[in-house]
């Protein structure tokens, strides 16, 4: 192994506590729904769902930058495994989505009832 | 040893074997591969679960409605404790299983084995807390209705509270049997009947006025839609069938799709979750009986600290995009 390890359990239980407050700020929001966030929509999605995936996304960070030790591989790892993700995640779910809602406004606007 | 951990190649022969481009042994690297084909597909069963709700957007379950228990805490609802609790096992196991690698750096044998040990039982509190979820959401609360149409209803109180099947269905003087192998129906088969007939679920409903129903609709507010008692009444002649619980084909809660997804995604995550605890005892009894202290290298522990990480990170979306959203 060519990287010097050293000891850095002090950023590892940091990493823990970032964590859980995420987790626990998620579940509060999820109780509370605060009106303006849950209301307010934002390119088709309400305020408090972007901050759901916002946080998961900070969450996904934290995990696999800290615990999956991204942050100590080289630049050419790091960009073989994140960027094919990012780029074929987004291009899945804009196709997907798209489709769903179209479907959606086939549904609704057709004069045959499919589920009633 | 040189077939499991590779050194980096120090004399410079470019096509000599041994390199490492990456940094990274040839097992870390293939493992790391591993996960972002993995990752790959559950973003596929996630995205099919985001098409499927946005096809359905007017009427699919409000998570917070049907995830409520919490042990030993009888009809009390409590959304989204337990899955936080769920989440933050995962997550310390997590932790451990990277205090277990930063041992491992430091060849501290004792230390990885307590921290994989932990790892190991965090990981089956995991699995076993996943299939009590499981159980509650097959076995149901309420119970419903299933109209001719396919559309589900549920029976709510003048406040809008849940009434469950069981509290005003009447009792008639029917008896329809369950056709079984035993009563010589050896050529028919049938699924379990439920305790309720939909006759008695009318009259029931007949006898208590102050009943309503509760349709599948989410409204602007983002309740589901509550029907007057004469609109409650004209629906429920529709009825077809009575579902309780949940199973692949139909689910108490609503959308059909909604129970499937819901097996299907948290189960598959769970056969990961299960398979990590696998390899991790594997890889436990190999820490103890010396096998990487021979090898003056603890690099296997990291090898599946990142598929257990990988599992951490997966149950952050499925949280997410089962509980949240």
Redesign the interface.
Known sequence: ???V?V???GR??KV?GI??AV??I??FL??LKPEFL??NNFLGMNLL?WI??A??IY??YY??W????MEG??S??RS??VF??IF??LY??FI??T???Y??EV??NSTI???? | MEATVTTANSEEKTWGGGNEPMGASYGKLMMWFFIVSDALTFSGFLAAYGFSRFKFIETWPLADEVFTHFPFMHGVSAPMYYVALMTFILIFSSVTMVLAVDAGHQMKKNKVILYMFLTIIGGMIFVGSQAWEWKNFIKGEYGAIETKGGSLLQFVDKDGKRVALADFAATLPEDREQLTRNKAKWFMSEPALPSYSVAEVQAGFKAHPELLIRTEVITAAKQKTILSRAESETRLTQAHYVVEGANLVRNEYGSKLFADFFFFITGFHGFHVLSGVIINIIIFFNVLIGTYEKRRSYEMVEKVGLYWHFVDLVWVFVFTVFYLV
């Not at chain 1, 800290?66 to 030790?69: E, Y």
């Open positions: 192994m060519s990287h390890h000891s850095n359990t590892i239980w823990f964590l859980s987790t626990i998620e579940v999820g109780i849950h209301m769902n759901f995936y946080l998961t969450k996904a995990i696999v800290a615990f999956m030790h591989e080289k050419s790892l073989a495994v094919p993700l074929l995640i899945i779910l997907l989505l489709e769903g809602d479907i959606y549904f609704k009832k499919w589920n009633f």
